[in-house]
Each structure stands twice: as C-alpha cells, then as structure tokens.
C-alpha cells in the first residue's frame, strides 16, 4: 500500500480552521494601536474676559474640548512657531522680518488696567520650576532665545516635554511680561507639558519658583486664543504696569500639511504674591 505525504507547502485543515481566528485578532490589534495614536483636541479657552467680568473661580470652564470627534495626532511636537516679540520687553528691538507679527495690537497688555493691583517688581532672578496645578503642570525651567528666522525656539531633546522661559523677557517677578512656553503635543502626537492650558480660567494661579530662592504666585486675568498669523506681539511682549506672565504653546485644528496646529494659546497673568 502506498503512502501518500502532505508537501511542504500544503496547509493543513486544522489550521485553515485558525485563519480566521488570527485575522480578527489582527484587526483589533490594528484598531487600538489607530486609537492610542490619537489624542483629544488641547482644550480651548473658555473665554477671553479678565478676572473683572468672568465668572469666580473655575465654575465658568467648559468642558476640556468643545469640538465633537478625534483628530489625528501630531507626528512632531508642537508648541508651533511663535511670534518673537516686535518690541521686546527688555526694550531691545527683535529681528528684521520676524514672522508671526501682523495681528492686532495695542500699546500695553489687555489687562493692564483691570483687576487687582499687581505688587512691587522684584530683582532679576531666573527661573528654575513652573507649577499650576489646575491642569497638573510640575515642570523644570530651561532658557531658550530666538531662532534663526526671528521665532522663539522650542524645547527640544531630552527636553522637549519641558516648559522653557524665553531668556528675551524679563525674568518672573521683575517688572514686565515674563514669557514661558512649552509644547503642546510631543512626539507621536500625545499631549505635552502645556497640552491642558487653554483650560485654565481667571483665578487660576501660576507659581514660579526662582533661582533666588523665592517664588512667584501669578493670578491668571485672560485666557485667549490666536490665528499664529495674526499673533498680538505687542499685546503679548509689551509693557505692563507690573511683573506678568505669559504662559504660551498651540492649539486649535492640526493642520496636517504643515505638521502644527494654526492658533496660539496664551493665557494672561500678574503677579500677586512672593515668598522666599
């Protein structure tokens, strides 16, 4: 009697039965690696009324996105390119032709003239750390200028999910707007040190500690958002009254052609408290 084997290349019945057993486990794994690679729009800001007007507290928020639906990550870390300051708030002119500089401006901060009056400027010290812990922001300091095409640069490396103080304003607690940034998606596209900013409201409060040894409270007045080309330098760089803030990164739609989302995040505040 003779024996007849299988080839090498035949496939055996019990695992033809198995096929269709690996293909949908295949496909679930393929749908939850499509949805981790997906985050949640950065919140937008609830609105852009100083502490005068805006309800108390964080009763006034509205939910962490007010746009229904997911939109594809970023591939890159985003906190944009943003505007170097027109008139820089050490007094220093920025660069011919910094981009990002053609929205609307005004002579001084919008909140300049509102809310409680801001304390007594304190000497230079850099800053170290950022803490707010409305959105759970805990975050080193690093100093970053502006790069070659006038814009600030960006925390980048080892640093990238760091918040930075742009080393072209003053540092916090001195007299002026101090300008902090950070990105708002990492690598990847999930969320980064400043993805919760535009949830913050008036009352919210910002803590910098400095090299000093001292720490700043600032009290957020105004939380708004920017088409990136039509950024508020002066309103955003220019003289205050007294020692400010500016918390920076992006937000709005990702704009998949260009790899970055199109607006700017920019919350207001003053300085109402320091301890050493």
Same mark, same amino acid.
């Given at each position: 009697?003779? %024996?007849?084997?299988?080839?090498?290349?035949? /496939?055996?019945?019990?695992?033809?039965g198995?096929? &269709?057993?690996v293909?949908?486990?295949?496909?679930?794994?393929?749908?939850?690696v499509? @949805?981790?690679?997906? /985050?949640?729009?950065?919140?937008? &800001?609830?609105?852009? %009324?100083?502490?005068?007007?805006?309800?108390?507290?964080?009763g006034?928020?509205?939910? +962490?996105?007010?746009?229904?639906?997911?939109?594809?990550?970023?591939?890159?870390?985003d906190?944009?390119?943003t505007?170097?300051?027109?008139?820089?708030?050490?007094?220093? #002119?920025?660069?011919?032709?910094?981009?990002?500089?053609?929205?609307?401006?005004?002579?001084?901060?919008?909140?300049?003239?509102?809310?409680?009056? %801001?304390?007594?400027?304190?000497?230079?010290?850099?800053?170290?750390?950022?803490?707010?812990?409305? @959105?759970?922001? =805990?975050?080193?300091?690093?100093?970053?200028?502006?790069?070659? =095409?006038?814009?600030?640069?960006? !925390?980048? *490396?080892?640093?990238?999910?760091?918040?930075?103080?742009?080393?072209?304003? &003053? %540092? +916090?607690g001195?007299? *002026?707007?101090s300008?902090?940034?950070?990105?708002?998606?990492?690598?990847?596209?999930?969320p980064?040190?400043?993805?919760?900013? *535009?949830?913050l /409201?008036?009352?919210?409060?910002?803590?910098?500690?400095?090299?000093?040894?001292?720490?700043?409270?600032?009290?957020?007045?105004?939380?708004?958002?920017? !088409?990136?080309?039509?950024?508020?330098?002066?309103?955003?760089?220019?003289?205050?009254?007294?020692?400010?803030?500016?918390? @920076?990164?992006?937000?709005?739609?990702?704009?998949?052609?260009?790899?970055?989302?199109?607006?700017?995040?920019? /919350?207001? #505040?003053?300085?109402?408290?320091?301890?050493?």
């Open positions: 009697m003779t %024996t007849k084997h299988q080839g090498r290349g035949a /496939v055996r019945p019990a695992a033809l198995l096929l &269709p057993v293909c949908l486990v295949l496909g679930v794994l393929l749908v939850v499509a @949805i981790n690679r997906q /985050v949640p729009d950065p919140p937008r &800001p609830a609105s852009a %009324t100083s502490a005068v007007d805006a309800p108390a507290g964080r006034g928020q509205t939910g +962490p996105a007010d746009r229904a639906g997911r939109e594809t990550a970023a591939p890159v870390a906190a944009g390119k505007a170097a300051p027109g008139t820089a708030a050490r007094g220093t #002119a920025a660069p011919e032709g910094t981009a990002l500089t053609t929205g609307p401006q005004s002579a001084t901060a919008p909140g300049a003239d509102v809310g409680p009056e %801001t304390m007594a400027a304190l000497p230079a010290a850099e800053p170290v750390s950022v803490r707010v812990d409305a @959105i759970g922001v =805990d975050s080193p300091l690093h100093a970053l200028g502006l790069a070659a =095409d006038g814009t600030l640069e960006v !925390p980048s *490396g080892a640093l990238v999910d760091q918040a930075a103080w742009y080393s072209g304003s &003053p %540092t +916090p001195e007299s *002026g707007p300008v902090l940034e950070g990105h708002v998606t990492g690598p990847g596209g999930r980064s040190v400043f993805f919760e900013l *535009g949830a /409201v008036p009352g919210d409060r910002v803590e910098v500690d400095r090299a000093d040894g001292s720490t700043v409270a600032f009290e957020v007045y105004r939380v708004d958002s920017y !088409p990136k080309d039509a950024f508020p330098t002066v309103a955003v760089y220019g003289p205050t009254p007294g020692p400010e803030l500016r918390l @920076i990164t992006c937000g709005g739609e990702f704009d998949t052609t260009t790899g970055h989302h199109v607006d700017n995040t920019v /919350v207001y #505040a003053r300085a109402v408290a320091a301890d050493s």
